[in-house]
């Protein structure tokens, strides 16, 4: 479903050059749940903006269903990261002046969805995260597992076969970052593919695969014990 | 993809700015349109035909202390000596000055008194038969007075028998349109209206009825007299330079005053109108300004207050149009709310001031371009910050934590 070759980025500042990502290379196929783990700063939410189309990358090759990311417009790929692909952010980004079926909301309006259907999917959707009783709070309202789960809801509403999770459980105690794990391991049962940055080794080793992100690169380790103790030192170290 | 519900929404859980940008749009609405509609009031008025030539008539005062002198006749010879100077093209001893802001009126009877009966107001003034042609106006219907119908007297029950009137007056006084040949009264002493005039304004153009004139043939030297002369177009400047020594060369125990173009008359009159004018159009272009400042900064400010939202969105799939359509919409709301009100509150504001300041009846295509203005500046004004707006990366969404 995702193939990257070669993949570099560059930022550009008036001082220096951060090169986040170089020659990356990485497939994920239909279906997989990755957790992505790897030291601060060295690339992972770089990577997933990349991946999610968020920003534009240096140089390399990013084929996304056997779709052409580097040669997108603008406008081409807004819609794509409508269609196919569900963000989860740390912070969970919900829209403050907007209650929660509102929220869920937010996606099938810009997928131009009709009111009958979207309303469906919302309540579909709250009802999957267990929030259907709460579609008229505001997400100030809520704890921030409440919150997390309604943007999970959120980011299934449109149905993408791709979810990004970007530290999900990061801002939320262990209780509740074990119901947004569990509650991602359904949707993933379900059919969507995952990829998860995250900096809990716990987490981390319930994910069918693990990829380590070092410098930019993908760590070239393929016993997951080696993973997992590379993560512990490198989340000390770093 | 218009999304008005969740934009109102949005809007009224967090209220404050836009409430105050609503007020600020109703404000300006309200006294821009009305601003404009008295602008556009005042300057008709200024800019209005007075049916003379101002540009070529200028007048003058003159304060007579000598008393070895038969005033009649020494204004007679005065006549005679101003109408034959080069350059002028006629003049006229006079009780008042049209458009000087300072004259007589007096009510014109259709019944004499004491029976009772309708009266007319109207401006007076009392010249011989060359103050139309000084005037520089044209009678329309009927015929100028003949030289003996003019009085020249001292003895206060000696008036005139006839008298030409203008158009406005003569209709307001029989409204059939036959006031051509009528008798009408001053008290109980009868005059005939034997000539008319299409258009020439009294005394006070700020009167109610400042198209009401009567000219008697009537001379009744005073001390205390006015003078108007024409001059030929271009000259006047040069007859007004020399007219003091020569009326004193004529006869030196007077004084002149007041030698004043008519036109420099009319705006001396009018000076308050004018400052009114120009502090409105001052007014509105302060008031188009700071409201287009405050729609401006308002939509900055919201757009760095949501920039993790916008960029959210844009993960979520919102393309650049969408942002900029978001704040265009949501602008354009507010705005609408600010017009119903600012609407409402001009007609309400135009009626207050029919009534206290009987001014004219507000005319709603004023409220309506005003309106119209208000709604394109303001979009005008959210077009740059929403396009800013719509630059935001959507990779703010994972980065600003
Ligand atoms: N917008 C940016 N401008 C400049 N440097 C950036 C920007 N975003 C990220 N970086 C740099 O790129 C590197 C990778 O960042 P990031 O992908 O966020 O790391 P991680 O998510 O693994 O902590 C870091 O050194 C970071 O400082
Ligand atoms: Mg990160």
């Not at chain 2, 009031?41 to 003379?52: E, P």
Request: glycine share 8%.
């Amino acid at each position: 479903m995702l193939t990257m070759k070669n993949v570099s980025k560059v930022y550009q500042t008036e001082m220096v050059q951060t090169h986040a990502l170089r020659d990356f290379d990485l497939e994920v196929k239909e279906g997989e749940f990755i957790a992505v783990t790897g030291p601060s700063g060295s690339g992972k939410t770089t990577f997933l903006n990349i991946a999610g189309m968020l920003e534009p990358f240096s140089s390399g090759q990013y084929m996304l269903d056997d779709v052409n990311v580097g040669a997108l417009s603008d406008n081409q790929r807004a819609d794509l990261r409508n269609q196919k692909i569900g963000f989860i952010f740390q912070g969970f980004n919900l829209i403050p002046d907007l209650n929660l079926y509102e929220n869920v909301e937010v996606p099938l309006r810009y997928r131009g969805i009709k009111a009958a259907e979207r309303k469906k999917r919302i309540e579909a959707c709250l009802e999957q995260v267990g929030l259907a009783s709460r579609a008229k709070h505001l997400p100030q309202q809520l704890s921030g597992g409440q919150q997390q789960r309604v943007a999970i809801a959120r980011a299934l509403a449109g149905e993408p076969r791709f979810l990004l999770a970007d530290e999900p459980t990061g801002n939320l105690d262990s209780l509740m970052a074990r119901q947004v794990m569990e509650l991602l391991e359904q949707i993933n049962r379900d059919g969507a593919t995952i990829v998860m940055v995250t900096h809990d080794p716990e987490l981390a080793r319930r994910a069918p695969r693990n990829i380590q992100i070092v410098d930019g690169q993908v760590a070239d380790l393929t016993l997951y014990q080696g993973v997992a103790r590379q993560t512990d030192r490198a989340v000390v170290g770093g | 993809m218009l999304e008005i519900k969740p934009i109102i929404n949005a809007l009224r859980r967090s209220k404050v700015g836009a409430v105050l940008l609503l007020i600020q749009i109703a404000i300006t609405t309200a006294i821009v349109s009305n601003a404009a509609f008295i602008i556009q009031d005042r300057m008709t008025y200024l800019q209005q035909d007075t049916g003379y030539p101002e540009q070529d008539i200028f007048s003058l005062s003159v304060m007579t202390y000598g008393k070895d002198r038969d005033l009649s006749q020494q204004f007679e010879e005065d006549e005679n000596m101003l109408r034959n100077l080069p350059g002028v093209v006629d003049a006229a001893i006079t009780n008042a000055v049209p458009l000087s802001g300072s004259g007589s009126a007096s009510g014109m009877g259709l019944k004499p008194a004491p029976e009772p009966g309708r009266s007319v107001r109207a401006g007076y003034l009392m010249a011989d038969d060359h103050m139309l042609n000084t005037l520089g106006v044209t009678l329309s219907e009927g015929r100028n007075f003949y030289p003996d119908d003019v009085i020249v007297t001292q003895d206060p029950n000696k008036l005139p028998k006839v008298a030409i009137a203008t158009r406005t007056f003569a209709d307001e006084a029989f409204p059939e349109g036959d006031g051509l040949g009528k008798m009408m009264y001053i008290g109980d002493r009868p005059f005939k209206i034997i000539g008319i005039v299409d258009k020439m304004k009294g005394p006070w153009l700020k009167d109610d009825r400042p198209d009401n004139v009567i000219i008697f043939p009537y001379i009744k030297a005073e001390t205390y007299q006015h003078i108007i002369i024409r001059t030929e177009p271009g000259q006047r400047a040069a007859v007004m330079q020399t007219i003091e020594d020569k009326m004193l060369a004529a006869y030196d125990k007077r004084v002149i005053t007041n030698v004043i173009a008519m036109d420099e008359d009319k705006r001396q009159y009018n000076a308050s109108d004018t400052l009114m004018l120009r502090m409105l159009m001052v007014l509105i272009v302060v008031l188009v300004a700071i409201t287009a400042l405050g729609i401006f900064g308002l939509t900055l400010f919201n757009i760095s207050k949501r920039t993790r939202q916008i960029g959210t969105r844009r993960a979520l799939g919102a393309r650049k149009s969408d942002i900029i359509r978001y704040f265009m919409v949501e602008n354009t709301l507010i705005c609408a709310g600010g017009l119903l009100l600012g609407c409402t509150a001009a007609i309400l504001m135009g009626q207050q001031l029919l009534q206290r300041f009987s001014l004219p009846a507000l005319e709603m295509q004023y409220v309506a371009g005003t309106a119209l203005m208000v709604l394109v500046m303001t979009l005008l004004a959210v077009i740059f910050p929403a396009r800013r707006a719509a630059q935001i990366s959507p990779s703010v969404a994972t980065r600003s934590i």
